[in-house]
């Protein structure tokens, strides 16, 4: 049976706490909600229970009760029965556990009747079989939230409960006795916060609470406990202890004692005490799984993490970090923490068939052990424990976000492990708050904007305090007084509030009332509220702070009687000077002043928002007559706490920064950066202006670039000049100096103290400018063109240079370092005296940028980007990260749209918010991904770009649309990402924005930057409303659709939509925020909906990213470099350079180039084997796909070398743009390299047919002259050793045989081209000594490199005046006065062009080139025609010069007919001569060709020397194997020459391909070389020979480069090469004689079938020609003839040894050959303004444009003013940044060079961006050979066309040098 006693308290508590009347009645449903789930038994049943040991725990009960109590004996207890007790395993915890007396109050406090608990007069049967268990545990108040639990159980019943006990206690004893242990946990005064918790419901009982006890007196039990070793007594000693004690006692009117029996119980029980705070910390901290977590650091939060989780069920493990991520994302909700359960709250009880044991089981207070739960921990322990847990700048940026969530912050804190009371001042140092004050004057009241750091602050400052303990709330109570919307204070009804707290009580809260300046702000000025949780009369040290240093301090009590313990405090405070308020919770009294400055007031009885209302009366009318008192900063001097800025590493910061304040304290804030900063202010913006000046040059271009550029040294020389200011010096070396840590603190102390310094300024100004805005904008509306309205604006605009001076931190200070690091880079000048090395300075910005400070881009004051400055601090980077991969995600927006903010909220950053304009300019900031998601990302950072708010109010009347289009245009190319942030929903109103983002992102796509783009809409009314945001997409679709087609006309490109310009999806990437803000500022906290839209954006963010590579460092360095060139000319698309991409693309042609030598090389082996073939007659036919196949195995080698290196080279996603042309390119290459073969070994085979008729003679020839020299020498072997007689008769024999052998064949003739020439000339009606002039004076030769055409032409209306004149003489006069005119007009036209043309040798430079061009097109296409012709096959014919020369007229014809002007007949005997005399040499060689192979007689005077030898062999009686062996000698000595000649050619091409620096890399490379060797020689001649013929010219670079390399640079290596091919013939060679004269000796066979051996095996190698053996059939020792050949193979080796490289010349393959073939076969397009050379390795690249790293001087052409001889020095690239213009092709409508492509289609397809630099190498040239250059052209070096006094500086070194620095890419 179970205790009938519990199943009572049970159904009373449950009664009362549903406020019932504490028995329920039949037939009533009702939910029974058992009060004990904090602990497994009730306060009341415990004390019933064991009511024998009541006397220990008296005094507890008896302060719970409202009244008297009295305590009553009804047995006798002897002390034996204690001692009995004492020695059984029992615990006494009676106050030990957290929160007991907490709950005792609770339960206790609230009932409005009386309880009597009575116990039988027999206690003595009870009380032996209490003592007989043994494993009973007294805990009555030791379990957390078990008292309070009692509490409020108690407190809910409006009437009277009893509790009685029967009579006979025999059945509960025994029931008790069968539980084996009894766990009854309620904690009286250990769990902090029980002491708040008690406030709820102690103080409403009205009626007394008595308990009748029949124990003895308590007294005597105490000193009997205390004698028991394991009971232990710590009622008063747990954190909070003593103040739940007091509160218990405050509901008796009685007194309590507790005595000690000795000094060492003190002790031990203040150790047991310390202990026990420390377990408990410490289980809180295992609990948030902090325990081993070392200090949280700032930098851990500073990371792209996992989403935060937003949800309300966290898991404890996760509280900690959730809580902090979410407060940094500014949810104020992020406190409110709700944990995810195991089960659900709910339980379902067993089921039982009983209805007894059914009743029994709903009054039963018992828990099974399975439902026991771990109380939640508390939000605020949350908070607490993580700020105790987290470092300085950690609390500092918590404390921060806590202030801008409105909640109240930390001020007086005590340490858990040593109790001592820590300020953290530290942390409070950069919450700056703003608010406007109200005073009245003169009947008026005065509005004033004040913004201030809050530490400097002098406010007023009201304290809260609790006497003891109290049902009402204090925390909701000061709620309702600063914020009655918002819980600024965390109190008991807020969601997450649980029973118990470990680390709030003792500390001291603060929060500010900042009043909006409005009518209905209860305090006028900024006011400070402290609330010091806890009950102030246990923590009499932080109490004793506040009430000294507050201005108004305000009471609770539960009562004001002098009866009370608060009642001493009340008094000192009531005498004390300062005005008190006191609250009654018991009373009902309206308020009163007592006297002044002393109220009360009751609570009873009233609504919180009438308390409220009366309070904030009393109070304000307190402050009213007050000064303000408080400044949170005195907080250091006060004596007894613990400051945090104390620290020596924070006090060594903040010495550091004081002496940087010390200089500039009391200066006018808008002197010092004039003063102490003088390279960033009017230099670096002189600088800058001038900088942009060169993009918009003049007149003498280049005159004025070169004085613009001296200005620039100039400005650099002054910065340096000023650089060692004192502040600057002392900034500097304290970043160098300080560790790491102490650097923070001095930044931060820096900031601080600026700040600080320049808020009340800065505030004044904005105030100033918002007025004056606000009357801007009235004026616009009412006036807007009156003369009012512009004054106004200049006022405005005065203010806004004000405001941009009064701007100041540590941006600028860094913005300094960078202006002297700049300046002394330019001028290579060491540091001055007394300086800090300024070499150090990017390292410096480059570690702090690693550590996560914003880092500026671009100077928004002076409108420019440092690209030297940033460059190098990039650079740093890389050097301390390596090249990291980054993800860059860039923000643009309108002003003060919460950009900064977002960001800010998104990843945890620092840019700056501010009230008016909060960023300058652009910001970066490097965001490192975490190690939990880094797997999902191919980027290690994501590096965020702010920008300053386009269309910014401060820069209204300026350039605003330029500033906004650069800025827009910077942040949009730099970006992997665009974040466009639109403030508001109407699409009309950011119409400006917009259209300047769509043409950034236009002119982005036009130079091939890929980019992705997200709309922000922020301050959204209604974000859940989908109907209308698809409304709002709608609209803004059709925006940027229109805004597309508008800026698509103005860019020139084709665009119908936005989404035709960008990857866009209006469906998901377009956001809507809620408001951030819920309320209205300055006291509003964020929106929690808005921290939502943030996570929900970043998620999207980070999808993105995820699909994204990123972009390298270095790559992000050259983007700045190229973006930022490109935007200082005006035609942006035209001007980008993108300088990653050129140098990817220029690797990419040095592998193009290596692999088309690849197939080059494979293709000549080929080419050469098969030669041999059809030389020997083995092959007489060369199939395509036979060449494909030889070639397969070589081309599909390069197909997978180019796969590899297109997907693993690091610039892959550059050259992905590339990989389809180039791969195509590659498979044309083999192509063409294949048909190219097959079409030369045809034309081998061809060759090889046509000589057929001559072969099939040969063997009859050779038999014949062999049988002929044998029988003479026959005749002569007397004579053998008359080398003169035997040559006498060998000649006659030869000759009559050749007669002979010849007489019926017609032999062929020579060519006489002079003679065609003549009758070619002669039929054209050319005269002859026209001809012999040209030819005589050498003039023709230089036809095509003349530097003036004017002698060769004659104006046409000239020719027509003469043909008039000529007409009228002879009878036909002209009478008619218009046709007089006209005639006149011609001639004084023509007089004119004469005057100006003829006399000063003037034709305009378009018309000069253009007839270059035409005579060099002219001699191409007359080779390329005689190319075609079969002349080595078939012989010369002199039609071939008739149809060139019949060309040639026709084209003269066609091209002047085009002209104003016709040629003299000079121009086409000049260009017929130059023509003929290339083409004469070609003919000559490939006749001679022709008729070696094809005319018997040619070919047997050739082998006469080795027909004589033969002969002379005989005379000495040789035999035959002796004669046959010399014979085969003579072929081997020729073929083997041949051969190795061609193998070494072959081998030398590839060696100086892959090894010489000209020739193995891409075109430009080569052109570098060309020029140096230019350089070097100093011979204008060869110059105007590349100028006018580059080609040729590095055609003969190429020859002369290859003459060098074997002849005397590296002759060893090419003798190598040689030696390494005459070994491998000579062993060929000696394999073949082996196998010959093995094969014959094996099988008997003769010396025709040893021939046919020997030359079967040599066929594919070397080219023999017949062998005759008719007249050596007597051989039969080919042993002897081997040896006889391989003496003669070892004299061929000797002399091939000593063979002169030069003889390759004489064979069909030459290694100069092979280059010009590869390296050649490229781009030769001219610059149409300076002739430069496109440097493309591809011969047609494209789509991509004509391009050349460098253009050169005009002049270099022969450029010159229209209608003077003045000539133009200006470079292309200056051109194309200035306002000049140009006449393109003798047009009249001048073309601005800007607008260059707009010229024709000859300047169309070129690319040439502006450039500020030059080459000096030009400069050099032009200064030079100034005086060549002027007798070459015909014009002059002066006035508009002077040389700059710069050029002429310049020496052939540096000359020399900057080849090699413009080449470096």
């Known amino acids: 049976m179970k205790d009938r006693r519990n199943d009572e308290m049970e159904e009373n508590n449950d009664n009362t706490a549903d406020g019932g009347e504490g028995e329920s009645k039949t037939g009533c449903s009702f939910i029974f909600c058992c009060t004990s789930r904090y602990s497994p038994v009730n306060c009341d049943e415990v004390i019933s229970k064991f009511d024998c040991h009541e006397d220990q725990h008296a005094e507890k009960t008896d302060k719970a009760t409202g009244g008297g109590t009295e305590t009553k004996a009804a047995s006798t207890d002897s002390k034996e029965k204690i001692e009995e007790v004492q020695n059984a395993p029992k615990k006494f915890n009676t106050l030990k556990e957290p929160g007991g007396a907490e709950h005792s109050e609770k339960t206790d406090g609230i009932t409005n009747g009386e309880s009597e608990i009575k116990s039988s007069s027999s206690e003595t049967k009870e009380n032996e079989e209490l003592e007989e268990e043994p494993d009973i545990k007294f805990s009555e108040l030791n379990e957390p939230g078990g008292a309070e639990c009692s509490e409020k159980t108690d407190d809910s019943t409006k009437g009277k409960s009893e509790i009685k006990s029967l009579s006979s206690e025999t059945e509960e004893t025994k029931e008790m006795q069968k539980t084996p242990e009894i766990k009854g946990k309620l904690d009286v005064s250990s769990e902090p916060g029980g002491a708040e918790h008690s406030e709820n419901t102690d103080d409403s009982t009205e009626r007394e609470f008595e308990i009748k006890s029949s124990s003895s007196e308590p007294k005597e039990k105490v000193e009997e406990l205390e004698e028991a070793p394991d009971i232990k007594l710590s009622e008063l000693n747990e954190p909070g202890g003593p103040e739940h004690s007091n509160k218990t006692d405050d509901r008796t009117n009685g007194e309590s004692e507790i005595k000690s029996s000795s000094s060492e119980t003190e002790e031990n029980e203040e150790n047991n005490s310390k202990k026990h705070r420390q377990t408990e910390t410490e289980t809180l901290l295992r609990r948030l799984h902090l325990q081993d977590q070392q200090e949280l650091s700032a930098a851990d939060f500073l990371k792209t993490g996992p989403l935060v989780q937003m949800t309300r069920d966290i898991l404890e493990a996760d509280v900690a970090q959730n809580f902090l991520q979410r407060l940094m994302m500014l949810d104020y909700s992020a ?32 828990v099974d052990v399975g439902q026991s739960k771990q109380t939640n921990v508390h939000p605020m322990d949350v908070q607490m424990a993580v700020f105790h847990c987290s470092d300085s700048f950690l609390k500092q940026n918590m404390i921060t976000k806590l202030s801008q969530c409105q909640y109240a912050l930390p001020f007086l804190v005590p340490n858990p492990e040593t109790a001592t009371i820590e300020c953290p001042l530290w942390t409070f140092r950069q919450i700056i708050k703003t608010w406007k004050t109200t005073q009245v004057k003169d009947n008026s009241k005065l509005v004033t904007m004040k913004s201030m750091p809050i530490c400097n602050a002098e406010t007023h400052m009201v304290s809260f305090f609790r006497l003891g303990s109290l049902s009402e709330s204090k925390s909701q109570l000061m709620n309702s007084l600063i914020n009655d919307r918002h819980n600024t204070f965390f109190h008991r009804n807020c969601p997450g509030s649980t029973k118990s707290r470990h680390l709030m009580d003792g500390v001291v809260e603060i929060a500010w009332y900042c009043p909006a300046g409005k009518p209905n702000d209860p305090f006028t000025d900024c006011t400070a509220f402290c609330n010091l949780h806890g009950d102030a009369l246990m923590i009499e040290k932080q109490t004793k702070i506040l009430t000294e240093t507050s201005s108004v301090n305000v009471v609770l009590v539960p009562t004001l009687k002098k009866s009370h313990r608060s009642a001493t405090t009340i008094s000192d405070l009531y005498k004390s000077q300062k005005p008190l308020i006191i609250l009654i919770a018991d009373n009902d009294c309206d308020a009163v002043q007592v006297k002044p400055g002393k109220y009360k007031m009751g609570l009873k009885d009233r609504s919180q928002s009438d308390v409220s209302k009366t309070l904030k009366g009393i109070i304000g009318k307190i402050l009213s007559r007050l000064q303000t008192s408080f400044r949170l900063k005195s907080m250091a001097n006060v004596s007894g706490i613990r400051v945090d800025e104390d620290d020596p590493v924070c006090r060594k910061g903040e010495k550091a920064a004081m002496e940087i304040f010390n200089l500039i304290q009391g200066m006018d804030i808008s002197k010092i950066k004039d003063r102490f900063l003088p390279c960033q202010g009017q230099l670096w913006h002189q600088w800058s202006r001038v900088k942009k000046e060169l993009y918009h040059l003049k007149g003498n271009v280049e005159k004025e670039k070169s004085q613009k550029n001296q200005q620039l040294m100039k400005i650099r020389e002054d910065q340096c000049s000023v650089s060692c200011s004192e502040l600057t010096k002392s900034f500097t070396e304290s970043l160098i100096s300080l560790s790491s840590q102490e650097k923070e603190y001095f930044l931060k102390w820096t900031q601080i103290l600026i700040d600080a310094l320049c808020t009340d300024d800065l505030s004044s100004i904005l105030q100033s400018y918002d007025e004056k805005w606000s009357e801007v904008l009235v004026l616009k509306k009412k006036h807007p063109k009156s003369p009012l309205l512009a004054g106004k604006q200049d006022e405005l605009e005065t203010i806004s240079k004000k405001l941009q001076s009064a701007t100041f931190g540590l941006e600028h200070m860094f913005r300094e370092m960078g202006q002297i690091y700049e300046a002394h880079q330019a001028l290579k000048k060491p540091p001055n005296s007394g300086q800090t090395n300024w070499s150090k300075y990017p390292k410096l910005a480059a570690d702090l940028m690693i550590s996560g400070h914003p880092m500026e881009l671009m100077d928004g004051d002076a409108g ?73 990302f191919r980027f290690d950072y994501v590096l965020v770009v702010d920008t300053e708010g386009l269309r910014a109010l401060e820069l209204a009347g300026n350039a605003t649309l330029h500033h906004d289009d650069a800025l827009a245009t910077f942040v949009v190319g730099l970006g992997n990402m665009t974040l466009i942030n639109i403030f508001g929903e109407n699409p009309a109103e950011m119409q400006d924005v917009l259209q300047i983002v769509v043409q950034a992102f236009m002119r982005m796509k036009k130079v091939k930057l890929s980019l992705s783009c997200v709309f922000v809409h922020q301050n959204v009314t209604d974000i859940g409303a989908a109907e209308k945001n698809m409304d709002g997409k709608r609209r803004l679709q059709e925006k940027l659709d229109q805004m597309a087609q508008l800026a698509a006309k103005e860019e020139v490109c084709d665009a119908e939509c936005f989404s035709d310009v960008i990857a866009f999806d209006v469906q998901e990437d377009v956001k809507y925020f809620a408001q951030l803000w819920e309320g209205s500022p300055p006291m509003a906290p964020p929106n929690p909906g808005y921290s939502e839209s943030v996570q929900e954006l970043k998620r999207m963010i980070l999808t993105k990213a995820s699909q994204s590579a990123g972009i390298t460092l270095s790559h992000f360095k050259s983007k700045i470099q190229d973006l930022w060139n490109a935007l200082m000319n005006e035609q942006f698309v035209f001007s980008f350079k993108n300088t990653l991409e050129i140098a990817a693309y220029g690797k990419l042609e040095v592998q193009y180039g290596n692999w088309t030598w690849a197939l080059r090389s494979s293709m000549l082996t080929i080419e050469n084997q098969l030669y041999t073939k059809i030389e020997n007659a083995k092959l007489d036919n060369v199939g395509l796909t036979y060449l494909f196949n030889e070639m397969s195995k070589t081309y599909e080698k390069i197909k997978k070398d180019m796969m590899l290196y297109f997907e693993d080279n690091r610039d892959k996603d550059m050259l992905v743009q590339w990989r389809g042309r180039f791969e195509n390119k590659i498979k044309e290459f083999h192509e063409e390299q294949v048909t190219e073969v097959k079409r030369k070994l045809d034309d081998v085979i061809q060759q090889k047919k046509a000589c057929k008729k001559l072969d099939d003679m040969k063997p009859e020839f050779e038999n014949k002259l062999l049988q002929k020299s044998k029988e003479l020498a026959q005749q002569l072997k007397d004579k053998a050793k008359d080398e003169e007689e035997l040559q006498k008769q060998f000649t006659s024999v030869w000759t009559n045989c050749v007669s002979e052998l010849t007489e019926d064949i017609k032999p062929i003739k020579d060519i006489n081209l002079e003679e065609d020439k003549i009758s070619i000339f002669q039929e054209l009606g050319i005269e002859q000594h026209l001809i012999d002039e040209s030819n005589s004076s050498g003039r023709y030769k230089n036809v095509s490199k003349a530097g003036n055409y004017c002698a060769y032409i004659t104006y046409k209306k000239y020719q027509e005046h003469c043909n008039e004149i000529q007409q009228s003489e002879g009878g036909k006069k002209e009478t008619n006065t218009h046709k007089i005119k006209q005639g006149l007009k011609a001639v004084v036209d023509y007089a004119r062009q004469k005057v100006v043309g003829t006399q000063q040798n003037i034709l305009p430079h378009e018309e000069q080139e253009m007839i270059r061009t035409f005579i060099n097109n002219i001699d191409q296409q007359s080779f390329d025609a005689i190319k075609t012709k079969p002349v080595a096959t078939r012989g010369y014919s002199p039609t071939y010069l008739q149809e060139v020369a019949k060309n040639v007229q026709e084209k003269v014809t066609e091209f002047e007919s085009e002209r104003n002007y016709s040629f003299k007949k000079e121009f086409t005997v000049d260009v017929l001569l130059y023509v003929f005399e290339r083409l004469g040499s070609w003919l000559s060689n490939s006749h001679q060709t022709f008729k070696k192979n094809n005319d018997a007689l040619t070919y047997l005077n050739n082998n006469k020397p080795q027909y004589y030898n033969v002969f002379r062999s005989f005379c000495k009686g040789n035999s035959s194997a002796v004669v046959f062996g010399e014979m085969i000698y003579e072929k081997l000595k020729v073929s083997t020459v041949e051969t190795v000649c061609t193998k070494t050619a072959i081998d030398l091409a590839g060696e100086m391909r892959c090894s010489f620096p000209a020739f193995n890399g891409n075109r430009l490379d080569l052109e570098k070389h060309v020029l140096k060797s230019l350089a070097l020689k100093e011979d204008f001649d060869d110059f105007i020979n590349y100028i006018q013929h580059p080609r040729r010219k590095v055609e003969a670079f190429i020859k002369e480069e290859v003459k060098k390399y074997v002849s005397r640079e590296h002759k060893g290596k090419a003798q190598n090469i040689l030696k390494k091919n005459i070994d491998n013939i000579s062993q060929l060679v000696r394999q073949a004689l082996f196998e010959a004269t093995t094969k014959v000796k094996t099988q008997g066979g003769g010396t025709e079938m040893w021939v046919k051996e020997f030359s079967s095996f040599l066929k594919d190698e070397l080219p023999l020609d017949t062998i005759c053996c008719k007249n050596f059939s007597d051989i039969n020792n080919f042993d002897f003839l081997k040896e006889e050949i391989e003496k003669g193979l070892v004299n061929i080796i000797e002399e091939m040894k000593h063979l002169s490289l030069d003889k390759m010349k004489e064979f069909r393959l030459r290694p100069d050959h092979i280059l010009i073939d590869q390296l050649c076969k490229c781009c030769w397009v001219k610059c149409p303004f300076c002739g430069a050379v496109c440097t493309n390795t591809l011969e047609d690249h494209s789509p991509d444009d004509h391009s050349v790293p460098f253009h050169r001087s005009g002049a270099i052409k022969g450029w010159h003013y229209r209608h003077t001889d003045i000539m133009s020095v200006d470079v292309c690239t200056t051109k194309v940044a200035s306002d000049v213009r140009f006449y393109p092709d003798e047009t009249e409508n001048a073309i601005p060079f800007k607008q260059y492509r707009k010229a024709g289609p000859r300047f169309a397809n070129w690319r040439i961006t502006p450039d500020e630099s030059k080459l000096k190498y030009w400069t050099w040239f032009v200064c030079r050979f100034q005086k060549d250059l002027e007798d070459y052209y015909g014009y002059k070096f002066e006035g508009d066309g002077e040389i700059p006094s710069e050029w002429k500086t310049h020496t052939k070194e540096e000359a020399i040098q900057s080849l090699d620095e413009m080449f470096k890419q």
């Not at 923490?337 to 709903?362: C, F, P, R, W």
């Not at 927006?893 to 903010?901: A, D, L, Y």
């Open 864 to 936: 420019h980007v440092p690209l030297t400055w940033i460059s190098s601090v990039l650079e740093e980077v890389i050097k301390n990260l390596g090249d990291q991969r980054v993800f860059v995600l860039s923000v643009l927006g309108v002003q003060s749209s919460g950009k900064s903010t977002m960001l800010n909220a998104m990843f945890g950053l620092q840019f700056a918010v501010s009230a008016g304009r909060c960023t300058k300019g652009a910001f970066m900031q490097l965001v490192k991904v975490s190690e939990e998601i880094q797997k999902d």
């Open 335 to 366: 406190r409110y923490i709700h944990l995810s359960q195991d089960g659900t709250d709910v339980k379902d009880s067993q089921a039982v068939e009983m209805d007894d044991n059914d009743l029994d089981a709903l009054f039963s207070t018992t």
